[in-house]
């Protein structure tokens, strides 16, 4: 089996700070906590931007520029942005970080579909600010927009014109028939990296059925020209970890996907969570890459081409 590939999501735009004290929106807190998990194992960092004041999610290319910096100068870990950013934002909106910043990577979700945080609501009623709560009641009646016009546009302006390569979030099997199709079009190329995203709302459930399936279509559309990686969100975050890196993926961990480190104890850090995936996969046999072997196995541009 090839190495291991541990990706770490170190704040993202799904959870908000009521949720957990130890989720980081400040810079200094998302710097910190993105050292930590690159020296833990994380050979790619996977970064959203929030309001340092009110930790909502934000797409402003200074709050992006208020942690990248500093991260670039204490680790050699792949940075990989978000064009995500949050389901309420524009496309436009979503993509002014990383066309600022010019990564070695990017995450690029594969379909338009909804994105049901309100679920979060039922844990709790004290919020520390007011935007939490509409935020999340509000996910009933929102679509997490990716067109194939919007997928285009990504791959053009951060792929073509900057050498950006993908982290592909597919959440659900018809993802990757899309993602087949613009491999099809000459627009996606080898070594393809395939973030199976399960969990989400929306989604593909975090069920072992589930990746089993994901993997053998995505073995029959794409053969020997891509590697995969699993996240679940929640509960089954290490569950799924574990057993992807059975089936020879790599795997992603992180607070942007689950706040917990067990059942009903909060992580106190990213940190945390990669040294528990980090555990596992070596109790596998695994042997976790180096930043510089993720980049090789991704065929990434190098960490000299990147614009902060
Ligand atoms: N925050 C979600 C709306 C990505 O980073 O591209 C989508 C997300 C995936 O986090
Ligand atoms: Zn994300």
Redesign the pocket.
């Known amino acids: 089996m090839s190495k291991i590939i541990i990706s770490c999501?170190i704040t993202?735009?799904?959870h908000t700070p009521s949720m957990s004290p130890f989720l980081p929106v400040t810079a200094a807190a998302i710097t910190e906590q993105a050292i930590g998990a690159a020296e833990a194992g994380a050979a790619i960092l996977?970064l959203?931007a929030r309001e340092p004041d009110t930790g909502r999610?934000s797409a402003l290319v200074e709050h992006f520029m208020a942690f990248l910096p500093a991260i670039n100068a204490a680790t050699d870990a792949v940075v990989n942005l978000?064009?995500?950013?949050?389901?309420t934002m524009t496309l436009a909106e979503r993509l002014a970080g990383p066309l600022a910043a010019n990564p070695e990577m990017c995450?690029?979700?594969m379909g338009t579909m909804n994105?049901a945080l309100y679920p979060m609501l039922a844990k709790r009623t004290e919020w520390l600010h007011d935007w939490e709560e509409p935020f999340l009641r509000e996910s009933d009646d929102l679509v997490?927009k990716n067109t194939p016009k919007d997928i285009e546009t990504i791959l053009t302006r951060l792929g073509r014109e900057r050498g950006a390569r993908f982290e592909f979030?597919c959440y659900d099997v018809g993802h990757l028939t899309m993602l087949a199709h613009f491999v099809d079009r000459g627009l996606v190329t080898a070594p393809i990296f395939i973030q199976f995203?399960m969990g989400v709302l929306g989604g593909i459930a975090a069920e072992p059925e589930h990746l089993a399936h994901l993997k053998q279509t995505a073995d029959t559309l794409f053969g020997d020209d891509y590697t995969f990686s699993v996240l679940a969100a929640g509960r089954q975050q290490m569950a799924m970890a574990k057993l992807c890196a059975a089936m020879g993926g790599h795997v992603r961990v992180g607070l942007?996907d689950n706040l917990y480190i067990a059942q009903g104890r909060l992580a106190k850090s990213n940190a945390e969570q990669v040294e528990l995936v980090r555990r596992m996969v070596e109790d596998l046999g695994r042997v976790v890459a180096t930043p510089d072997e993720a980049r090789a196995m991704l065929g990434l541009k190098g960490r000299q081409e990147v614009a902060f």
Not at 82 to 87: D, F, K, R
């Open positions: 999501a993202g735009s799904i996977h959203h999610p978000s064009t995500g950013g949050s389901a995450s690029l979700n994105f997490f979030e995203v942007e």
